[in-house]
Every structure is written in structure tokens, then in C-alpha cells.
């Protein structure tokens, strides 16, 4: 029987979304920053709130002062860090090996908390995923890439993928992730591919031959290392306008350069990534198609960054929304009917111990 | 009025239709009412034009699409929606343009006076010792990249470090100074100072100079730096700066983390130059206190900038006031 069409809705509103944003930014202002918890919630509750399947909503549930408390505990955790290890400088590295392992089951407690508080015509989502898994898959795999000079880097994301959409559940539903490594592989292997097409043609414009633009390039920087010392604050006296000129223009180059690339690389990893993970997605007997395309989504960046420059980030809301929209439009999903999924609601709460864990679950992402 | 009502047992729902009369919310299916006080019932928070979720307090839920509806019930009987009053701010267009103002002010006033006088707290309680750590080492590492050993004679070196000893010998509140000669054909004629006390001047500053008042008159502009922590203070500011951009950005795309580069630019060179402004302040009481005529700041000033005319506009780039309005002040 052929599966019925259901293609993904986006009723955001760019006026609508940046009053909001802007009211958000104001009242985060105003009480030190404690809004921002609200401010967060507000926000991802008008992306899920307008985007719907089959004339159904999502809904995100999450309570700010559980935000509140995550971001409070991360900032304390950050001034501890700052005095003991300004203090103590050789005990950085313990640090930094607690964080090692610290880190997955923070990501692990973010993604349930975001997953927890999240439905779709009143049914929860969840994540039910086990400390060593995230460990292996999000420390140890691509830190072992390393030892491969990269070349596994695509597998260990690849792993992350399948264990994130695998651990995920809609109701007592969980979801299923088809896909093989070939196609990460295939992306990764691309995406650097066109990465040193580009090097190679911006180069090759800049005349190897003639050494004149290494010299160039040499002569500014020594000037870069002297302006930055000059613009240290104790010193006398900067040449600023007279020597930086020349830096700051081959600087400014470079830089508009690596933010073309950053903005390829990812617009084209993602699309294909994005597309692949959805295109052999299932849950129970649905499943789900994605068709992004690559320079729509580029033309999409770029556009959004040179507004946002132009109006001083004025545009930002617009820019997220816009982003959001194009993708959410080439997203469809198939079934037969989506009305006999059954919540998990009544058995979790028996689940023992719930306050503590209710305690737990913070959200560590700003 | 239309709604669907959910059992919140599985996914699939009810379309029903609802009425809010005599502080009650009736739910008319197919076969029967239902009732519930609206005292027992909760309603979200209106958002956009997100459909609106009535919970029913026994596991059901109702979702109703049209907001002004239940609004209008909520109102008549005075019940709370929620942020309703964000709502309020966040759907009239007319308070967006005060928004913007408010949001734009306040930080502004914050990074302007707020962060400044903190940094100044902060870094004027930290004990000395601690203080002179920060930047430890910079004077090796510069010394490797771009400071040569200093081709000055050693009569002149000793002839300046006495003139340096008289004029420092009054100042109080200062750890130990010492001054340090360097040859540096890349940084040009220049002087900066360490937090922990050292001086540190090139060659070709000395060289430029007519007299040694000259070069005093710089080395209590250093002085300046060194009693005032302005070092300590740039990185608590500028570490502020940081923090308050990635606020502001932070729940933006990736990209704009990029943008704030300019800004922040622009604002640490502005605190740059209120530091240099506080260390001329200073130099001009030293040469005061010690009988140095007050041009001799200028003169020295006038021949590094070459007569090179600076407009107000590059003024905001650089880390430095331009170079005219700094020896304005040093007129006897």
C-alpha cells in the first residue's frame, strides 16, 4: 500500500520572530542575564510550536529554572577552573583529563533534557542512552582518528549518528537509523576534495611563480607582530594608521577567506549528512525523506551573513528563521497513519528516584 | 469553537468542539460533555501563533488554534495565562523601537562605566606579588622574536638609569622598577611596560630623543601603566567584552561569532585608549612634581608621529588617542 505524504510545516513569521528575539535580548539585559533561562525556552518553543506534521504542532516543555540552575553551575564551574588553575598552574592537566571525561555525560544529559521536553501531538520524546557508549563513540573514536591521520574521523560521526537516532524514542517508539558508513565516508572524502580545489585555484591566482606575494606577505606580518605589540596597552605609541594598513588588508583577506570556507565546508558536510540520516530514518512504519539542497543552502549563509553584516545584526532572527524554514521545506515524512503511537507518560512516572534525577537535568547548551 | 482534544495516551485525538461559560470549560464530543472547572485547568503561555494547550489536569489535553479566543475567555475571567505580559511586549510593534533603544543603551552604559570601574577594583585589590606574575615571561618571548641586545654605550645607559633613579625616588605605591634597553629595527621608536615594573625602551626612541627629559617625560607615561595595573585591566575588560558579546550572540548561527570580531575591536580599543589617556594623566603629574617643563611629552610625541595628521575617524581603530590631542595637554 503506498504510504501517504506528509510534508514537514513551517508557519514561523520573520516580523513576529523578531520581536521576540528582541524582547528576549532586552529582558536577558535587564535581569543580569537570569532571563535568558525564559529567554531560551520562548525561543525554541515558537520554532517547535510552528513547524507541524499533518496539521499537528510540536511543543517543547522545558522548565527555565533547570536551565537556570545548568548555566549556574557551568559558570561556577568555569570561575572554579579560573582560580584554581591561575593559582595552581600544574594542575591544568588533571583538569583537563576530569573534563575528558566529564564532557560525554554532559552531552548525553543535554541531549535526553532537550529530547525529554520535546512532543509532538502530546507524546514525549526521549533518549535513552548508556554512559560508555557516549564515551567510546564521542571520545575515544575520534581521538583514535588521530592515529589514523584522520582517515576514521568519518566513522567515528558516522557511530555518533546511528547511536543518537538508534537511543531516540517518540512514545515507546524508537527510532531506527539504516544507513551505512560509505556515504560519511564519501562526504568527508568530498568535502576535502573541494577544499583543496578551492586552495589550489586561490594559489595558483596568486602567482607561485612570482615569490613577490610570499615577500609581501612576509613583510606584513613582521608589521602584524609590531602592531600587535604596539597596540598593546602599555605602550607609547601606535603607528596604527600608517604601517597596519597593508596588514590589516591581507589579514582581512585571509579572514573573509577561512569564513567562505567554514561556511562551504559545513553548508556541504550538512547537506548531504542531513539528507543521508533522514533518508533512512524510521519509526515504527514511518519513514522520512530530506532533499536540501547544497548551494540553495550556501546561497542561504552567505546571503543571511552579508545582511547581518549590513545591518549591524539586526538580521540575526531573520537569518535563523530563514535557515530554519529552507530546511524544514525539503523535509517530508510517510505513513499510513500517525494516531497509534502510545506514550511511556504513565510508566515513567513510577520510575523511583525521579526528583533526583529531575535534578540532574540540566541543560548545559547556551 | 473548534479544538482536538488528546488523551496523551497515544497520538491520536479527538476533534472536539469547546465553549468557556460560567467559569467552566464544556468539551462537546460526538456523545457527551464534559466539564472542568477552569480553576482546576491550566493554559500555556501564548506564543506567536503556536495552537494553544489546555491541560486538564486529569492527563487530557486540549489544543485550541485560536489564541484571541481563549485570550478573551482568560480575560473575563480573570484568569492567568501565563507570561501574559510577555506576550504583550513581545506582539505590539510599537514597544520593539524602545526595546531596541533600552536593550542598545544599557549595554552601552555597561560596557562604559560598569566594566571600567570594576576592572579598576578588581585589579587595584590584587596584592603586588600576584600582580607581577601576569605577563611573566613576555620580555624572554620578545626577546627571541623581535628584541635584539641594545647598542647603546654604557655611559648613556647609566647616565639615564640615574636620571630615571632621581625622578622615580618620590613615587610611591610602585613595585620595584627597573629599566631594560633594547635594538629593534621592526618596532621602531617605542617604549612599553610589564606589570611587574620593567621599562622597557628601543634604541632608536633614545636616539630620536634631542634630551633626557625627553625620555623621562616617556618613562613616566610607562610609570602610569605600571601604577595604575592597566594590564590586569585590560584582560579583566577585555575578558568582560568577551563574555557580553557571547551573550549577545550566543544562541546565534556560528557565523556571527565571527562578525562580533569588529565590535569587539572597536570596544577594547576604545578602553586602550581611556588607559592611555590615564597614563598621560600621570605622566603629566610626575613632570610636574619633578620640574620637567611639560613640552618636552610634546616634542617627542610630535617627532614620532612625523607630523603624520591622524583623523578623528582612525582614532576609533587605534588603540591610541591620535597623537594631537595627546600633547594638547602637555603645554606649559
Given at each position: 500500500m503506498q504510504k501517504q505524504a506528509h510534508p514537514i510545516q513551517f508557519t514561523g513569521n520573520g516580523w513576529e520572530y523578531f520581536k521576540i528575539y528582541f524582547v528576549n535580548i532586552m529582558l536577558s539585559i535587564l535581569t543580569l542575564g537570569i532571563y535568558s533561562a525564559w529567554a531560551k525556552v520562548r525561543n525554541k518553543r515558537y520554532f517547535y510550536g510552528h513547524t507541524s506534521v499533518a496539521g499537528n504542532s510540536f511543543d517543547y516543555h522545558a522548565n527555565p529554572i533547570q536551565i537556570l540552575k545548568g548555566r549556574v553551575l557551568v559558570v561556577a564551574l568555569l570561575v572554579i577552573y579560573q582560580v584554581v588553575v591561575g593559582f595552581t598552574p600544574l594542575i591544568a592537566p588533571v583538569f583537563s583529563l576530569i573534563l575528558l571525561f566529564a564532557v560525554p555525560y554532559f552531552i548525553m544529559r543535554a541531549i535526553k533534557f532537550n529530547m525529554q521536553y520535546s512532543s509532538h501531538r502530546h507524546i514525549r520524546f526521549n533518549f535513552i542512552a548508556e554512559y560508555p557508549y557516549i564515551f567510546f563513540f564521542y571520545i575515544i573514536l575520534p581521538i583514535s582518528s588521530i592515529f589514523t591521520l584522520g582517515l576514521s574521523y568519518p566513522y567515528a560521526i558516522y557511530k555518533q549518528k546511528q547511536y543518537l537516532s538508534n537511543m531516540s524514542k517518540y512514545g515507546d517508539s524508537y527510532f531506527r537509523f539504516n544507513g551505512t558508513s560509505g556515504e560519511f565516508f564519501l562526504t568527508y572524502f568530498l568535502a576535502t576534495f573541494l577544499m583543496i580545489v578551492l586552495y589550489a585555484l586561490i594559489l595558483s591566482s596568486f602567482n607561485l611563480v612570482d615569490a613577490q606575494f610570499f615577500k609581501d606577505f612576509a613583510e606584513a606580518f613582521q608589521k602584524g607582530i609590531k602592531a600587535s605589540l604596539e597596540n598593546?596597552?602599555?605602550?607609547?605609541?601606535?603607528?596604527?594608521?600608517k604601517t597596519n594598513s597593508q596588514f590589516i588588508m591581507i589579514l582581512g583577506g585571509i579572514y573573509a577567506f577561512f569564513i567562505f570556507n567554514i561556511l562551504l565546508f559545513s553548508a556541504f558536510v550538512n547537506t548531504r549528512l542531513t539528507n543521508y540520516l533522514f533518508n533512512n530514518l524510521e519509526l515504527a512504519d514511518i519513514h522520512f525523506s530530506s532533499h536540501i539542497s547544497f548551494f540553495h543552502l550556501l546561497w542561504i549563509y552567505i546571503s543571511n551573513l552579508v545582511l547581518i553584516v549590513l545591518t549591524m545584526g539586526l538580521f540575526i532572527p531573520w537569518a535563523k528563521l530563514r535557515a530554519v524554514s529552507y530546511k524544514l521545506s525539503c523535509m517530508s515524512l510517510f505513513s499510513?497513519?500517525?494516531?497509534s503511537f502510545i506514550s511511556q507518560e504513565s510508566v515513567k512516572?513510577?520510575?523511583?528516584g525521579e526528583e533526583f534525577s529531575d535534578f540532574l537535568d540540566i541543560d548545559i547548551g547556551f | 469553537m473548534k479544538a482536538k482534544l488528546f488523551?496523551?495516551?497515544?497520538s491520536g485525538f479527538d476533534r472536539v468542539e469547546i465553549e468557556i461559560k460560567e467559569g467552566a470549560l464544556h468539551i462537546k464530543t460526538a456523545e457527551h460533555v464534559s466539564t472542568y472547572l477552569l480553576s482546576e485547568i491550566t493554559f500555556s503561555s501564548r506564543l506567536g501563533n503556536m495552537p494553544r494547550s489546555i491541560y486538564?489536569?486529569?492527563?487530557k489535553v486540549c489544543e485550541c488554534e485560536d489564541n484571541d479566543f481563549i485570550d478573551k475567555a482568560l480575560k473575563e475571567f480573570k484568569i492567568?495565562?501565563?507570561?501574559g505580559f510577555i506576550h504583550h511586549l513581545e506582539s505590539n510593534s510599537i514597544y520593539i523601537l524602545p526595546a531596541l533603544f533600552i536593550t542598545i543603551s544599557v549595554i552601552f552604559l555597561f560596557l562604559k562605566f560598569v566594566v571600567p570601574y570594576s576592572a579598576e577594583k578588581i585589579a587595584s585589590s590584587i596584592p603586588q606579588n600576584i600582580a607581577s606574575?601576569?605577563?611573566?615571561g613576555s620580555l624572554e618571548a620578545l626577546d627571541k622574536i623581535i628584541l635584539k641586545p641594545t647598542k647603546l654605550s654604557k655611559e648613556k645607559q647609566e647616565e639615564l638609569r640615574s636620571d630615571f633613579k632621581k625622578m622615580t625616588?618620590?613615587?610611591?605605591?610602585?613595585?620595584?622598577l627597573a629599566l631594560h634597553f633594547r635594538f629593534s629595527e621592526e618596532i621602531g621608536p617605542n617604549a612599553f611596560a610589564l606589570p611587574d615594573g620593567s621599562i622597557i625602551i628601543t634604541d632608536q626612541l633614545v636616539l630620536l630623543s634631542k634630551n633626557n627629559n625627553e625620555l623621562l617625560s616617556i618613562f613616566a607615561h610607562e610609570i602610569g601603566h605600571i601604577k595604575n595595573r592597566h594590564a590586569i585591566r585590560m584582560v579583566l575588560q577585555n575578558s568582560a567584552v568577551l563574555v557580553i558579546i557571547a551573550t549577545l550572540t550566543?544562541?546565534?548561527?556560528?557565523?556571527s561569532s565571527v562578525l562580533s570580531a569588529l565590535p569587539t575591536m572597536l570596544i577594547e580599543s576604545s578602553f586602550s585608549r581611556e588607559l592611555e589617556n590615564e597614563a598621560d594623566a600621570y605622566a603629566l603629574f610626575v613632570m610636574k612634581k619633578n620640574n620637567i617643563s611639560l613640552h618636552h611629552f610634546a616634542d617627542i610625541m610630535t617627532r614620532l608621529s612625523d607630523g603624520y595628521e591622524e583623523s578623528k575617524t582612525q582614532e576609533y581603530f587605534?588603540?591610541?588617542?591620535i597623537t594631537s590631542s595627546r600633547i594638547s595637554k602637555f603645554k606649559d
Amino acid at each position: 500500500m503506498q504510504k501517504q505524504a506528509h510534508p514537514i510545516q513551517f508557519t514561523g513569521n520573520g516580523w513576529e520572530y523578531f520581536k521576540i528575539y528582541f524582547v528576549n535580548i532586552m529582558l536577558s539585559i535587564l535581569t543580569l542575564g537570569i532571563y535568558s533561562a525564559w529567554a531560551k525556552v520562548r525561543n525554541k518553543r515558537y520554532f517547535y510550536g510552528h513547524t507541524s506534521v499533518a496539521g499537528n504542532s510540536f511543543d517543547y516543555h522545558a522548565n527555565p529554572i533547570q536551565i537556570l540552575k545548568g548555566r549556574v553551575l557551568v559558570v561556577a564551574l568555569l570561575v572554579i577552573y579560573q582560580v584554581v588553575v591561575g593559582f595552581t598552574p600544574l594542575i591544568a592537566p588533571v583538569f583537563s583529563l576530569i573534563l575528558l571525561f566529564a564532557v560525554p555525560y554532559f552531552i548525553m544529559r543535554a541531549i535526553k533534557f532537550n529530547m525529554q521536553y520535546s512532543s509532538h501531538r502530546h507524546i514525549r520524546f526521549n533518549f535513552i542512552a548508556e554512559y560508555p557508549y557516549i564515551f567510546f563513540f564521542y571520545i575515544i573514536l575520534p581521538i583514535s582518528s588521530i592515529f589514523t591521520l584522520g582517515l576514521s574521523y568519518p566513522y567515528a560521526i558516522y557511530k555518533q549518528k546511528q547511536y543518537l537516532s538508534n537511543m531516540s524514542k517518540y512514545g515507546d517508539s524508537y527510532f531506527r537509523f539504516n544507513g551505512t558508513s560509505g556515504e560519511f565516508f564519501l562526504t568527508y572524502f568530498l568535502a576535502t576534495f573541494l577544499m583543496i580545489v578551492l586552495y589550489a585555484l586561490i594559489l595558483s591566482s596568486f602567482n607561485l611563480v612570482d615569490a613577490q606575494f610570499f615577500k609581501d606577505f612576509a613583510e606584513a606580518f613582521q608589521k602584524g607582530i609590531k602592531a600587535s605589540l604596539e597596540n598593546n596597552t602599555t605602550t607609547l605609541y601606535a603607528d596604527d594608521t600608517k604601517t597596519n594598513s597593508q596588514f590589516i588588508m591581507i589579514l582581512g583577506g585571509i579572514y573573509a577567506f577561512f569564513i567562505f570556507n567554514i561556511l562551504l565546508f559545513s553548508a556541504f558536510v550538512n547537506t548531504r549528512l542531513t539528507n543521508y540520516l533522514f533518508n533512512n530514518l524510521e519509526l515504527a512504519d514511518i519513514h522520512f525523506s530530506s532533499h536540501i539542497s547544497f548551494f540553495h543552502l550556501l546561497w542561504i549563509y552567505i546571503s543571511n551573513l552579508v545582511l547581518i553584516v549590513l545591518t549591524m545584526g539586526l538580521f540575526i532572527p531573520w537569518a535563523k528563521l530563514r535557515a530554519v524554514s529552507y530546511k524544514l521545506s525539503c523535509m517530508s515524512l510517510f505513513s499510513n497513519e500517525l494516531d497509534s503511537f502510545i506514550s511511556q507518560e504513565s510508566v515513567k512516572a513510577n520510575v523511583l528516584g525521579e526528583e533526583f534525577s529531575d535534578f540532574l537535568d540540566i541543560d548545559i547548551g547556551f | 469553537m473548534k479544538a482536538k482534544l488528546f488523551d496523551k495516551q497515544s497520538s491520536g485525538f479527538d476533534r472536539v468542539e469547546i465553549e468557556i461559560k460560567e467559569g467552566a470549560l464544556h468539551i462537546k464530543t460526538a456523545e457527551h460533555v464534559s466539564t472542568y472547572l477552569l480553576s482546576e485547568i491550566t493554559f500555556s503561555s501564548r506564543l506567536g501563533n503556536m495552537p494553544r494547550s489546555i491541560y486538564l489536569g486529569d492527563g487530557k489535553v486540549c489544543e485550541c488554534e485560536d489564541n484571541d479566543f481563549i485570550d478573551k475567555a482568560l480575560k473575563e475571567f480573570k484568569i492567568d495565562g501565563g507570561s501574559g505580559f510577555i506576550h504583550h511586549l513581545e506582539s505590539n510593534s510599537i514597544y520593539i523601537l524602545p526595546a531596541l533603544f533600552i536593550t542598545i543603551s544599557v549595554i552601552f552604559l555597561f560596557l562604559k562605566f560598569v566594566v571600567p570601574y570594576s576592572a579598576e577594583k578588581i585589579a587595584s585589590s590584587i596584592p603586588q606579588n600576584i600582580a607581577s606574575q601576569v605577563g611573566q615571561g613576555s620580555l624572554e618571548a620578545l626577546d627571541k622574536i623581535i628584541l635584539k641586545p641594545t647598542k647603546l654605550s654604557k655611559e648613556k645607559q647609566e647616565e639615564l638609569r640615574s636620571d630615571f633613579k632621581k625622578m622615580t625616588q618620590s613615587l610611591q605605591d610602585l613595585p620595584p622598577l627597573a629599566l631594560h634597553f633594547r635594538f629593534s629595527e621592526e618596532i621602531g621608536p617605542n617604549a612599553f611596560a610589564l606589570p611587574d615594573g620593567s621599562i622597557i625602551i628601543t634604541d632608536q626612541l633614545v636616539l630620536l630623543s634631542k634630551n633626557n627629559n625627553e625620555l623621562l617625560s616617556i618613562f613616566a607615561h610607562e610609570i602610569g601603566h605600571i601604577k595604575n595595573r592597566h594590564a590586569i585591566r585590560m584582560v579583566l575588560q577585555n575578558s568582560a567584552v568577551l563574555v557580553i558579546i557571547a551573550t549577545l550572540t550566543g544562541d546565534a548561527t556560528t557565523a556571527s561569532s565571527v562578525l562580533s570580531a569588529l565590535p569587539t575591536m572597536l570596544i577594547e580599543s576604545s578602553f586602550s585608549r581611556e588607559l592611555e589617556n590615564e597614563a598621560d594623566a600621570y605622566a603629566l603629574f610626575v613632570m610636574k612634581k619633578n620640574n620637567i617643563s611639560l613640552h618636552h611629552f610634546a616634542d617627542i610625541m610630535t617627532r614620532l608621529s612625523d607630523g603624520y595628521e591622524e583623523s578623528k575617524t582612525q582614532e576609533y581603530f587605534s588603540s591610541h588617542p591620535i597623537t594631537s590631542s595627546r600633547i594638547s595637554k602637555f603645554k606649559d
